[in-house]
């Protein structure tokens, strides 16, 4: 019968500790995979080296994080320490070892080991000390006389093979991994209560929390109530300033109450209102932000156009501000979703080109402000480069011929900031030259970015023929899982965009959209894209392959579509072209297969055969019933010549 008994020394529930210990700090110990990315380049505009100060001494040291760590990690030593010392009580007896000899030795060489250690260990000449009394010694001479009795005796030695022990059957010992002091009567009520708190309290609080609050929230991040409001808000024909007016109403949800610091923000709305004028009434009234509606809405909108304006904003709201910021890409990225599912060209568009102006601080829909991009630019003067060329370039190039100081510091921009370049775009299906209805095609583009000619950079040459006609690569490419051409070398680290007014680090990211605009219709979902390489003179042929897989109309057909590449961090940076899909008959490509295969071998003994040999092709072998015939008909002409002369004789 077994007989159940509590861990009094702990040792269980110490390994159970240290389980448990591990699973929680080994995660937060490791770093994060982003900090383990290198970057390879920033920006050194004087504007970016400003920001990443800020942002360095804004985030600081977690040292909350790493005290509690340290507080963990230093129990989980303690307790690794106590399991180490800790006496083993449930261990399977093992004469031989107790004797300290090895398994399988003889009976004469377990007596004259016995013998040894009973003169050695005998409690009669063993000196005692301090650490040594006289119970421990008789203890271990008892037990190293039952080790010594179990190898020799019969009925002892058949009780230790038989039970496991040399007097003979034992009680079962079950250990449960909870010290004695949990479950004594005395602490009952404690125990109790920490259950009840435990599992009564605190578990169903944070399971409750969990669900309802992942039931408020859509799969894109944002509250369902925003979705709500972006579906009902966004129509076939929305623009830039619908995307704003749906952003305005989902403040209601994504942004926090406008108590606390309501002369602040008076004063703010009051500065962004003499900046826009009758435009800010326009956009409060379209967001159903005024005040008799919503003072968050309000509050949101104040936040976001200073932010736009690059309006400086009062320490009490600047967390605010950051965190409003960083919500709203999330919210676009709602809004671009249900856009596309409903293929809608034009608020897809805009959603995305909304993101550039938000990353760059700049009023979404002034192209004409974009070289504001440029550090120690103003509105003003972009305006007036913008009037002069819209090729940056030139821009610069002007910039320096009039000896304006900030020229090496432009140039240090426009170096990192790089011009898209779209290398190539077309349909491809794996191991078909046609395209056929309902097949599963592969829009495939390759793109790359360069830096403007400048004095100091030369133009980047076009990329090779030979290089965008790799078949090799391409079809690898086509066959793989991955939407993204691997990168080679240090273009897979990370690259950081120049964007100093944006409250955290940014990657400069581009969305990929195939549209028809005849219609108005997006034609597969946008896919974005990163981590373009940057080319240069001395490496043209650099370029990333990407790709979008759909599946073909189901007529034939030749449809004419557009194709856009579109940064989300630059404002105007982005490029289009037109892209022809021809749907062909499956009869061609049978047709096709079947001219290709009644295409026979050359004979070896003609021309073309002799040349085919000479190149390893295949030829036709000439057969001997070929010769026999050959001869037979020129020995048949022989005979006949003969007869027609002797006949003329005659």
């Keep these: 019968m077994a007989n159940y008994n509590y861990d009094e020394a702990g040792n269980m529930a110490a390994y159970f500790l240290l389980t448990f210990l591990l699973i929680v700090l080994v995660p937060f110990s490791l770093p994060s995979a982003s900090s383990k990315q290198p970057i390879v380049s920033e920006c050194d505009c004087h504007e970016c080296v400003d920001h990443r100060a800020r942002l360095r001494k804004t985030e600081g040291v977690n040292i909350r994080k790493y005290f509690i760590l340290a507080i963990g990690w230093a129990l989980f030593a303690w307790v690794a320490y106590k399991v180490s010392t800790a006496e083993i009580e449930n261990k399977v007896y093992n004469p031989f070892e107790i004797l300290d000899i090895k398994n399988g030795a003889s009976i004469k060489e377990i007596k004259s080991h016995y013998k040894k250690l009973s003169k050695a260990l005998h409690p009669d000449k063993v000196k005692l000390n301090v650490n040594l009394t006289i119970e421990a010694v008789e203890a271990r001479f008892v037990e190293i006389t039952k080790a010594y009795k179990s190898l020799t005796d019969e009925t002892i030695r058949q009780n230790w093979e038989r039970y496991g022990h040399p007097d003979g059957r034992q009680e079962v010992s079950m250990g449960i991994a909870l010290p004695k002091w949990i479950v004594e009567g005395k602490n009952n009520i404690w125990v109790l209560g920490v259950y009840a708190l435990i599992f009564g309290g605190a578990l169903p609080g944070l399971v409750g929390k969990w669900w309802f609050g992942n039931r408020k929230k859509t799969k894109d991040g944002v509250d369902a109530r925003s979705a709500a409001t972006f579906f009902k808000a966004i129509s076939e024909e929305s623009g830039m300033d619908d995307i704003v007016s749906s952003l305005g109403k989902s403040f209601e949800w994504e942004t926090t109450p406008a108590s606390g610091h309501i002369s602040e923000l008076s004063e703010l709305e009051t500065s962004v209102k003499k900046r826009l004028g009758h435009k800010w009434d326009e956009l409060t009234k379209a967001a159903e932000a005024l005040p008799e509606n919503s003072d968050i809405r309000r509050k949101g909108l104040a936040l976001l156009y200073a932010h736009f304006l690059r309006i400086p904003v009062p320490p009490s709201l600047q967390k605010d501000q950051i965190k409003l910021l960083l919500q709203t890409p999330v919210l676009l990225n709602s809004l671009l979703s249900i856009s596309t599912t409903r293929n809608w060209l034009a608020p897809t568009l805009s959603a ?217 961090t630059f404002v105007g940076e982005e490029v289009s072209q037109d892209i022809t899909l021809k749907i062909d008959d499956p009869v061609l490509l049978q047709v096709e297969e079947e001219e290709e295969d009644e295409i026979s071998d050359p004979e070896e003994d003609s021309l073309a055969g002799q040349m085919a040999m000479m190149r390893g092709g295949s030829v036709k072998k000439r057969m001997e019933g070929d010769d026999s015939d050959e001869e037979s008909s020129t020995d048949d002409d022989e005979q006949s010549s003969g007869e027609s002369s002797s006949s003329d004789s005659d």
């Design 352 to 568: 995305i080109r909304f993101q550039s102006y938000l990353a760059q601080a700049i009023l979404p829909g002034q192209d004409t402000l974009k070289y504001a991009q440029l550090p120690g630019l103003n509105e003003a003067e972009a305006e007036e480069l913008a009037k002069k060329s819209e090729i940056v370039s030139d821009v610069l190039r002007s910039l320096e011929e009039s000896g304006d100081a900030r020229i090496t510091d432009l140039k240090r921009a426009v170096s990192q900031w790089g011009q898209l370049d779209l290398v190539d775009a077309s349909f491809r299906v794996i191991d078909d030259r046609l395209v056929t209805p309902s097949s599963i095609v592969y829009l495939v583009v390759k793109a790359r970015l360069v830096p403007p000619p400048t004095s100091t950079v030369d133009a980047v040459p076009p990329v090779s023929q030979g290089a965008i006609d790799d078949e090799k690569r391409d079809y690898e490419f086509l066959t793989g899982k991955q939407e993204a051409e691997d990168l080679p070398g240090a273009d897979q680290n990370r690259r950081v965009a120049h964007a100093p007014r944006w409250p955290s680090s940014r990657k400069a990211g581009y969305w990929i959209v195939l549209a028809d605009p005849k219609s108005n219709r997006v034609v597969v979902p946008p896919m974005k894209i990163s981590d373009v390489p940057h080319a240069d003179a001395k490496h043209p042929d650099v370029y990333r392959s990407y790709k979008l897989q759909f599946q073909a109309p189901p007529q034939v057909s030749t449809f004419t579509w557009k194709l856009y590449l579109i940064s989300d």
